[in-house]
């Protein structure tokens, strides 16, 4: 069994993505051929908003977004504790501060009840505090209208880090649309993902998209070797947008595949697994794009005995994220303790994630339910 089935996607797909590879292959257009501007327009239109420039990979698609907003040194950004480290790695970067802000007990997302305090304290502090990066942990949009509103109240932007959420959707808009710039990851396990490293920035703002288009190829100006700020080499390999846009077309079918897989997990751990795990919690008007179906057990002894039986009958399991960002070595110049995230230090300890994909069958999942409940 597979934690991420991609084999069998690519079955579905491979004649579709080898033409397309031997198109790029023909053409020669590695770098910025015509599927990178074909996939932009195509993304854009799924998500609904005007502008979408490919980049690199979903950490690119961060510090290009802060790098539009000309975060450095003495900036302060807001985000969530749980989370990868590239959602903070990419303030820290720039030479600003990540600050932090307690998750949501059932969402796992950035808290908005506990936003305002930290803004204020922020404000307080001898840091600039310029914007709110939002995370949509394994693929469930963040609560936007609330951080929107407080952003907006106190003249912050707001980023979405999307890196898990494309395909999901927040009360009717598509998730990568809900912030001023939306960054995702097209790394090979997210739920779009392609055959190596690359992501997207989204947005609807004309002078932010021009930014971002400059910084991705080292600051350009007019033309090529004209530089008018200090940018990055943060562009998607051609081949890449290639294979994305054969990825792409059965994409919301997947979607739709991964909702039937929850459906069945839900159905299967109400009937058999006798509450020995919780099981995820959408809120109404949410729909997650299902990047991770992420359990938590009782405590870390609990959970370390589960992942034991998961492992010894060959069911593959992953903890994200065992390790808050507050606690990370890398981060430890922050000043933060454990305990000063009670929320995201409690859920490292019980949460784990088992498989996921829109080609796990029934049967599979009636073996991954019975032996959780065995
Ligand atoms: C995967 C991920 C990223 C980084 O994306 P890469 O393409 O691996 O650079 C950033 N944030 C979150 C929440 C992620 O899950």
Excluded at 38 to 61: I, M
Excluded at 124 to 134: P, Q, T, V, Y
Excluded at 226 to 235: A, Y
């Amino acid at each position: 069994m597979q934690f991420i089935d991609l084999h069998a996607q690519q079955a579905r797909i491979k004649d579709s993505i080898d033409s397309r590879i031997q198109d790029v292959l023909k053409h020669g257009k590695y770098i910025m051929g015509p599927e990178i501007g074909e996939l932009e327009k195509q993304l854009a239109e799924y998500v609904g908003v005007k502008h979408a420039l490919s980049c690199a990979s979903g950490t690119d698609a961060l510090l290009l977004a802060l790098m539009a907003y000309n975060v450095g040194a003495g900036d302060a950004i807001i985000t969530s504790p749980f989370t990868f480290i590239a959602t903070a790695e990419v303030i820290s970067l720039l030479g600003a501060t990540p600050v932090f802000v307690d998750i949501d007990r059932k969402t796992y997302n950035l808290d908005p009840g506990k936003l305002e305090a930290v803004v204020e304290k922020t404000n307080n502090s001898n840091l600039d505090l310029k914007g709110i990066i939002g995370v949509d942990i394994f693929g469930l949009s963040a609560d936007y209208d609330s951080i929107n509103e407080i952003a907006k109240k106190h003249g912050l932007f707001v980023i979405e880090d999307a890196a898990q959420s494309f395909g999901g959707e927040y009360k009717g808009r598509k998730a990568c649309s809900l912030a001023d710039i939306t960054c995702t990851s097209f790394f090979p396990a997210k739920p779009l993902g392609c055959y190596g490293d690359g992501g997207m920035c989204f947005t609807d703002d004309d002078e932010l998209m021009d930014i971002m288009k400059s910084v991705r190829v080292h600051g350009k100006g007019n033309h090529k070797y004209d530089n008018v700020r200090i940018g990055i080499n943060g562009r998607l390999d051609t081949l890449q947008a290639a294979i994305l846009l054969e990825k792409f077309r059965i994409f919301p079918e997947e979607i739709d595949l991964r909702q039937k897989v929850t459906d069945v997990y839900n159905e299967l751990f109400a009937s058999k697994g006798n509450g020995i795990v919780s099981t995820p919690f959408i809120p109404e008007g949410y729909f997650s794009a299902w990047a991770q179906y992420s359990i938590e057990a009782k405590d870390e002894a609990h959970r370390t005995a589960l992942l034991a039986k998961l492992k010894d009958a060959g069911i593959p399991t992953t903890i994200y994220y065992p390790k808050p960002l507050h606690i990370q070595d890398a981060f430890s110049s922050l000043g933060y303790k454990a305990g000063d995230f009670p929320i995201s230090d409690t859920v490292a300890k019980r949460i784990f994630s088992i498989p996921m994909h829109p080609y796990l069958t029934r049967e599979q999942q009636e073996n991954i339910v019975n032996v959780l409940a065995g």
